[in-house]
């Protein structure tokens, strides 16, 4: 099931949008959703590495040790 939401852009965005649309073919729609869950992805990732350097029971390794453990 989709929802329709409003938003608000900048002319020069919009402009910018709808050139994309148009070279790929596709709808505004489509390309605001694809842009928004590789947003959304990227910002999971984000908090996820964010979580990961602030556990103090993590452990870390140096560059150089991970380059011996990958045999480099």
Known sequence: MSTAISVRLPKALTDHLDSIAKETERSRSYIIQKALES???DYA???VALDRLHDKTDSMISGKEL???LGL
């Open 67 to 69: 380059r011996k453990s």
């Open 45 to 47: 990732d984000l908090q």
């Open 39 to 41: 947003y959304i992805e």
